[in-house]
């Protein structure tokens, strides 16, 4: 059963870091791109970025460019976002997706960033 648990939220001041961590199991991690979504308050959930099964290329959305960097560690099953330059419209919930064998989207729970001061 897939299974993507994500971790490290929190309330960051703007300016201020996060790095968000998804565990992932039950498929072959390091044959499958990874992706990070997000969701604010009233607004649709979008895509903040995608890295390759191999880690070896990553997009990003603009508004994240520059500022956000997905890394993964396929030896621990594990990507992650880390999150510099944090601005209030960052604030959201942030999700980790697969489409698991190209077709079947699995999500995680969803962990809360709020950027505040």
């Known amino acids: 059963q897939v299974q993507l648990v994500e971790s490290g939220g929190g309330l960051v001041q703007p300016g201020g870091s996060l790095r968000l961590s998804c565990a992932a199991s039950?498929?072959?991690?390091?044959?499958?791109?990874m992706n990070w979504y997000r969701q604010g308050l009233g607004k649709e959930r979008e895509l903040v970025g995608t890295?390759?099964?191999?880690?070896?290329?990553?997009t990003y959305a603009d508004s994240v460019k520059g500022r956000f960097t997905i890394s993964r560690d396929n030896a621990k099953n594990t990507v992650y976002l880390q999150m510099n330059s944090l601005k209030p419209e960052d604030t959201a919930v942030y999700y980790c997706?697969?489409?698991?064998?190209?077709?079947?989207?699995?999500w995680g729970q969803g962990t809360q960033v709020t950027v505040s001061s």
């Open positions: 997706h697969v489409l698991w064998r190209g077709f079947f989207p699995y």
């Open positions: 890295i390759s099964s191999a880690g070896s290329s990553t």
């Open positions: 039950g498929f072959t991690f390091s044959n499958t791109a």
